[in-house]
């Protein structure tokens, strides 16, 4: 809970929304009890470093975007900044925010190719697996509410 409104904070990222969907309780206790998450291995770290390697090798698919930084920016400067550069006439983004109904998500590649926007989920993987698709639902849904 937040201290000062005293209200349980009911907002969800796209990867919170994705661990909800697999673990019920992994969600409640990363949302309620981070004291309690472990300490981030050095395994874990070099996987996190691989998947930022294929985030970055994926943008030179469409080069000249403009990067939403996560780092030193809020939520709400990062879906600011979003909207200013769509209406500046941005076509491609790396990162790109925004938020609808409480959900929060960054798209990876978000492009506005010749019928529209298009998004690029990139992912550093070999194959297709399932929670693949609820991840790029739970975009759609925030991008089609925006």
């Not at 904070?9 to 990867?15: G, Y």
């Not at 769509?86 to 998500?105: D, L, P, Q």
């Not at 019928?115 to 639902?137: C, Q, R």
Request: hydrophobic content about 35%; some cysteine; charged content about 25%.
């Amino acid at each position: 809970m937040s201290p000062v409104s005293k209200k349980p904070n009911t907002f969800l990222s796209k990867s919170l929304f994705i661990r909800g969907l697999q673990c019920h309780k992994s969600l409640y206790l990363h949302k309620y009890h981070p004291e309690l998450k472990d300490e981030i291995t050095e395994a874990q770290k070099a996987l996190f470093q691989s998947g930022t390697d294929v985030g970055i090798l994926a943008q030179q698919l469409f080069p000249g975007g403009i990067e939403i930084p996560y780092e030193g920016l809020s939520i709400s400067e990062q879906i600011k900044k979003t909207a200013w550069e769509i209406e500046k006439g941005t076509e491609t983004f790396y990162e790109a925010s925004f938020s609808f109904n409480s959900i929060f998500i960054k798209v990876d590649i978000l492009h506005k190719g010749k019928e529209g926007w298009e998004i690029y989920e990139v992912k550093n993987s070999t194959g297709l697996k399932d929670v693949y698709f609820n991840d790029v639902a739970v975009q759609y849904y925030v991008l089609k509410g925006c």
